[in-house]
């Protein structure tokens, strides 16, 4: 299984970046899906969640309005676009997958991480 992220970048405040997780080795559609961050020196935090049947959407409470996580099955990939990007926003991107998952329960270990990709946001 490999889940490749991509799509980060350098962007200044304000600014929109979108995401791409492409998945393969795995029945894409029977997963849920996620996006975590992590700044240097803090913890990782989850950003955002699909349901594995695409019917739910979930987002922290410091993206909300933001960004906007999507799914395309048939390409087997997840996508966070990100608009009016912040400086707190820098962090190294994580997507994730979880089987048969909603959008509530991405505290358990997931089944699967990408590798992350680098978002930065210059004030």
């Known amino acids: 299984v490999q889940l490749q992220a991509s799509g980060g970048g350098l962007v200044q405040a304000g600014g929109s970046l979108r995401l791409s997780c492409a998945a393969s080795?795995?029945?894409?559609?029977?997963?849920?899906m996620a996006w975590f961050r992590q700044a240097p020196g803090k913890e990782r935090e989850f950003v955002a969640a699909?349901?594995?049947?695409?019917?739910?959407?979930r987002y922290a409470d410091s993206v909300k309005g933001r960004f906007t996580i999507s799914r395309a099955n048939a390409k087997n990939t997840v996508y966070l676009q990100m608009n009016s990007l912040k400086p707190e926003d820098t962090a190294l991107y994580y997507c994730?997958?979880?089987?048969?998952?909603?959008?509530?329960?991405?505290?358990?270990?997931?089944?699967?991480w990408g590798q992350g990709t680098q978002v930065t946001v210059s004030s």
């Open positions: 080795g795995l029945t894409f559609g029977n997963y849920g």
């Open positions: 699909i349901s594995w049947v695409g019917d739910g959407t």
């Open positions: 994730a997958a979880g089987l048969r998952r909603g959008v509530d329960r991405w505290r358990s270990p997931v089944d699967y």
